[in-house]
T-cell receptor
């Protein structure tokens, strides 16, 4: 069983829909990272969080340390949100990555 | 200009050839990492370096070697490339006191035939 499990693996939505991507992990962690991988392959950091909730524009990330679970929400989704969203947990000294969730938002 | 750069961006090579992938960063970070990405497997750590004199193996270091030539440069070598090393390779950096937030290069797509 992978240390980091994401669901769903693939998600197709219509523009404007509310999106939720889930991440569950089985190891103790110091922090959790949500990178986004663009269709061209480039990876950018969206959030790093160790407790509670963070918001950046239409994106919201939450983490529940006791339940070993994090969610990434996208409100009012747009086709430009189409990308792979990766959950990564920091279990010192390394990051362990989930397989990613492929999100496609159709106009 | 990008903070983390990788060269080459694409490379096709034959089995048995020696290949070097290079990574440079202008972020001033001490920590650098090499990952490979395969479909369905996510990113896996090959090697990491916490400073110029500190090199560590990751999950899948067999068949690879690295060199940290300077704080800003971290190279990954495949001494004798094999087809199952075909993958997308990413370099990343992080600060010493915030090492779980990593900054990724654009990736190198390597194909070994």
């Amino acid at each position: 069983k992978n240390e980091v499990e994401q669901s769903p693996q693939n998600l197709t939505a219509q523009e404007g829909e509310f999106i939720t991507i889930n991440c569950s992990y089985s190891v103790g962690i110091s922090a959790l990272h949500w990178p986004q991988q663009h269709p061209g392959g480039g990876i950018v950091s969206l959030f790093m969080l160790s407790s509670g909730k963070k918001k950046h524009g239409r994106l919201i990330a939450t983490i529940n340390i006791q339940e070993k679970h994090s969610s990434l929400h996208i409100t009012a989704s747009h086709p430009r949100d189409s990308a792979v969203y990766i959950c990564a947990v920091f279990n010192p000294p390394r990051l362990t990555f989930g397989e990613g969730t492929q999100l496609t938002v159709n106009p | 200009d990008a903070d983390v750069t990788q060269t080459p961006r694409n490379r096709i090579t034959k089995t048995g050839k020696r290949i070097m992938l290079e990574c440079s960063q202008t972020k001033g970070h001490d920590r650098m990492y090499w990952y490979r990405q395969d479909p369905g497997l996510g990113l896996r750590l090959i090697y990491y370096s916490f400073d110029v004199k500190d090199i560590n193996k990751g999950e899948i270091s067999d068949g690879y070697s690295v060199s940290r030539q300077a704080q800003a440069k971290f190279s990954l070598s495949l001494e004798s490339a094999i087809p199952n090393q075909t993958a997308l390779y990413f370099c990343a950096t992080s600060e010493s006191d915030n090492f779980y937030e990593q900054y990724f290069g654009p990736g190198t797509r390597l194909t070994v035939t």
